[in-house]
């Protein structure tokens, strides 16, 4: 840089003509070079050749041919006569002296004039140089501001950016957790459908739409529409995280803008006269087409983010709704659970008292049956053994009609034998009506006996599907951590 400390002149720098009349070597005096008094008639006599009486030359010089008059005309080229061999004379003492004084007053008003144009120059050249510098200085404030604002909008971006990212793997893996929930999903849906279909092969009157099942439908019930809402919440979230991705994409490309603004704003906030990357570029004072706005710039900056962070918002409600629905249903699934289970176990305690009362019902049943026979058989026996004494009896009274005559007679034993024949055969008919009530008594029991067997076996044939598959399977049933995709 060229020196800054231009060395000012003082006063106010009045060099004119009378300054150089006054005698450089003494004071009071003139140069005998000057113009002396009296020059000025000569001059007035120049300025009116009327008024100008014809002066005398005398010879100027050894080669001089004779005397010449001088006239005002003498100024004019050519009017006066050869002196010597070599020139011409053209003017006499006083225009010497005159032409000296005009000299020294051009060297005086140059002098003059240089000091002026010196002065203003460095000047100029001071405020040039103040000018460029302060303007230099303010230029690289503002860049330097400007390329702070950059840096500071770049920071926000990345950090949006950064959150954008971090919310589009929190979004990923919530949807992953829900996809997850999907697959374990099919478990209980297998389960429910394996424990309805077992219960189907139920016999008789066991087949019934009883509290498990019916709570065993609405499980199943509660599962597809469970599924149904993971498959749409998978769609939320698969459209979520394009949106996401837009999003980061546009936060990414207007990143890439202030990085590269910054890096040059920052480039052009580093550079100073001693750098040696500068040029020389005639046209970079030309604005291009389309340049935007300080305002349009912040409010396409502002909008971006404030658009990144509604769209992560967006996403960050869709991942808390996940959450908040994957809890209920793994919740509602696991009451529901809960309820076929206690339905099952209830289902379950019922037939096993059913089951035991008829299974004691069955032994009573067979210990009368073991009564029945034995009574049959005894009275068969009874009966059998009652055939002796009729047959006495009527031997008696057969024999009895032999008697001759008048010995033929009916006397008490005639009476007795024939009550004592009457008294057995109707011991007899009572015994062989209650043989026949005792047979019929037993062939009931005997019916009783088969329905109660086929109950018994119909019951555990029930206890073998509800208990011994269906409350196995259903232990199997997925926990409220898997159901919620973890």
């Not at 053209?90 to 004039?113: F, I, Q």
């Not at 006269?273 to 046209?283: D, F, R, V």
């Not at 209650?434 to 029991?445: A, G, K, Y």
């Not at 019916?447 to 509800?466: F, G, P």
């Amino acid at each position: 840089m060229p020196d800054r400390n231009v060395n000012a002149v003082g006063g106010d720098l009045k060099v004119g003509a009378e300054e150089c009349e006054v005698d450089r070597g003494g004071q009071g005096s003139r140069p005998p070079h000057l113009p002396q008094p009296g020059d000025e008639n000569a001059h007035l006599a120049k300025l009116n050749p009327e008024a100008c009486v014809e002066q005398q030359m005398g010879p100027l010089g050894p080669w001089a041919t004779g005397r010449c008059n001088w006239s005002p005309l003498a100024d004019l080229t050519g009017t006066r006569p050869v002196v010597d061999r070599y020139t011409i004379s053209r003017y006499d003492p006083v225009e010497w002296r005159m032409k000296n004084h005009e000299a020294l007053n051009d060297s005086c008003r140059g002098d003059h004039r240089a000091k002026m144009d010196e002065f203003a120059g460095r000047a100029c050249i001071k405020e040039a140089c103040n000018l460029t510098d302060g303007s230099q200085a303010e230029s690289t404030g503002r860049l330097a501001a400007r390329a702070a604002e950059l840096g500071g909008m770049k920071i926000r971006v990345e950090h949006a950016e950064a959150g954008m990212r971090e919310e589009m793997e929190l979004l990923e893996r919530q949807r992953a957790r829900v996809v997850t929930a999907m697959g374990v999903l099919e478990i209980p849906e297998q389960i429910v459908g394996e424990c309805l279909e077992l219960r189907t092969g139920r016999l008789e009157d066991d087949l019934v739409r009883d509290a498990p099942e019916v709570e065993l439908e609405k499980e199943l019930s509660l599962i597809r529409e469970v599924n149904l809402l993971m498959q749409r919440l998978v769609k939320q979230a698969e459209d979520q995280q394009d949106i996401n991705k837009m999003a980061k994409q546009r936060i990414e490309l207007d990143w890439s803008d202030k990085a590269e603004a910054h890096m040059i704003d920052s480039e052009a906030k580093a550079l100073r006269n001693h750098s040696t990357n500068i040029l020389k570029y005639p046209g970079a004072c030309r604005p291009p087409q389309g340049q935007s706005t300080p305002e349009g710039w912040k409010h396409f900056s502002e909008e971006t983010l404030s658009h990144a962070e509604k769209e992560r918002m967006a996403s960050a409600e869709l991942r808390r709704l996940i959450d908040v629905l994957l809890t209920d249903a793994s919740r509602d699934l696991r009451t529901q659970k809960d309820a076929v289970d206690v339905a099952l176990a209830d289902r379950i305690n019922e037939t096993e008292l059913c089951r035991k009362q008829l299974e004691d019902h069955l032994q009573e049943t067979l210990r009368k049956i073991g009564d029945m026979e034995r009574l049959s058989a005894d009275l068969r026996k009874c009966i059998r053994n009652h055939d002796y004494p009729l047959k006495v009896a009527q031997t008696r009274l057969h024999n009895r009609l032999g008697r001759p005559n008048v010995e033929s007679c009916r006397d008490k034993p005639q009476y007795g034998l024939i009550d004592e024949v009457k008294k057995i055969e109707d011991s007899l008919t009572a015994l062989r009506a209650r043989l026949q009530n005792s047979e019929d008594t037993l062939t009931e029991l005997k019916a009783v006996r088969a329905r109660l067997e086929n109950q018994i076996l119909v019951k555990r044939k029930t206890l073998s599907i509800d208990k011994g598959r269906c409350q196995i399977i259903r232990s199997h049933y997925p926990s409220t951590a898997e159901l919620t995709g973890y």
